[in-house]
């Protein structure tokens, strides 16, 4: 196997290759790893992706079923029925963005891709040559081949992004200048605080591509991982506050109350009594296994962490003023839409006092 691939990479490939020209179509075949021009592709079939990562998807397949496919991007062009983005979920890390995505694999009509690979590896090659052209298409395409559409009830398509990925906004933008971005951030040292309990990779240096993200040249001592965290959360939390008008913003402390009374509506999306009774059972668990979830620390754990974070506040209190600013400006336009109704009924009942008794005689007579 290609030496140039990472671990993570290997243990998404296997050694069972099919010919390309074998096959009728790629129908069930999803791309996973990109190198220069070449995309490696594994077997999926009809199985729905339902774990908390696309990673935990494709490496929990059955060993006697795992396939694999090599190709060139031409390949990308063989796929038609495909769904269109309905949104991306940008975010912090650790802010709830994984119970999200795991709450929507509950509902039939949605496909969710949480955190694809083949997204983090496209966009490596994409920040190491920016100047080329086609970028845009590839995207475009790359998602296409993720939102393949298996089973007909399927309408919907959730794509969660890594974190490093708010740097790529732009790149998503120009090639889907009409799909929503959601933004899901939570205070910045509760944020540092679980990784401190689990470091992801994004904060420890080395591991996520340095061309992903555009942190500051502080220099650290070796081992300095909080400061480092900072840095990493500066970055991801400035480049929101950048590219602000382009975010829905959602805070963890919505959740998961808004996903139903909220969320859903804003995309159209109906619930029967069933699914919405199993999200709310799943949002009484940990996003990223089956243990009962029993509440977040009081907030003076999160003390020690307050002032690693003060560089990161202002960012995070833009946002939350942004968001607020919207809620604020929502709450109008339906308290003034209301006095509106109220207004024309009672013009309605002044002018037309008797038009109730007319429908009733014409329902008598009827």
Same mark, same amino acid.
């Given at each position: ?74 390949? @990308?062009?063989? *796929? ?5 983005? /309905?949104? #991306? =979920? %940008? ?7 994984? !119970? ?68 790529? @906004?732009?790149? *998503? ?5 009409? /799909?929503? #971005? =959601? %933004? ?7 944020? !540092? ?91 009484? !668990? ?81």
């Amino acid at each position: 196997m290609n030496e140039d691939f990472s671990a993570n990479e290997r243990a998404l490939l296997c050694n069972q290759d099919v010919p390309f020209e074998q096959l009728e179509s790629l129908s069930g075949w999803y791309p996973v790893v990109a190198r220069n021009d070449q995309l490696w592709w594994r077997f999926v079939g009809e199985r729905r992706f339902t774990e908390p990562f696309f990673y935990d998807s494709i490496t929990g397949i059955d060993h006697a079923q795992k396939r694999c496919l090599h190709t060139s991007f031409q390949a @990308l062009d063989g *796929f038609e029925d495909t769904l269109a983005p /309905t949104a #991306f =979920i %940008f975010h912090t890390s650790r802010c709830g963005s994984t !119970l999200l995505s795991q709450l929507l694999t509950f509902l039939s009509s949605c496909v969710v891709m949480s955190e694809p690979t083949i997204i983090d590896s496209y966009l490596s090659l994409y920040h190491a040559q920016p100047e080329q052209s086609g970028a845009e298409k590839a995207l475009r395409q790359l998602i296409g081949a993720l939102g393949q559409r298996r089973f007909t009830e399927e309408r919907h398509f959730f794509i969660k992004l890594d974190s490093w990925h708010i740097k790529s @906004l732009p790149l *998503f933008r120009k090639a889907f200048p009409d /799909t929503p #971005f =959601i %933004f899901m951030y939570r205070k910045p040292e509760e944020v !540092l605080a679980s990784h401190q309990r689990q470091r992801g990779p994004q904060m420890v240096p080395g591991l996520v591509d340095s061309a992903l993200m555009e942190l500051d040249s502080e220099p650290l001592e070796p081992g300095e991982l909080d400061k480092y965290s900072v840095k990493v959360l500066r970055h991801f939390f400035k480049a929101a506050c950048d590219q602000a008008e382009e975010l829905i913003l959602l805070n963890y402390n919505q959740l998961p109350q808004i996903i139903w009374t909220d969320l859903l509506d804003l995309f159209s999306i109906a619930l029967s009594p069933a699914e919405l009774e199993a999200m709310k059972n799943r949002s009484g !668990l940990h996003s990223k296994n089956t243990a009962k979830f029993t509440g977040d620390p009081e907030p003076a754990a999160y003390d020690a962490n307050v002032e690693l974070c003060a560089t990161v506040y202002p960012y995070y209190e833009k946002l939350e003023r942004l968001r607020l600013d919207h809620l604020y400006n929502q709450a109008c336009k339906s308290a003034n839409a209301v006095k509106s109704i109220n207004a024309s009924a009672k013009s309605s009942n002044r002018t037309d006092g008797n038009s109730g008794n007319c429908c009733k005689r014409g329902s008598s007579s009827g």
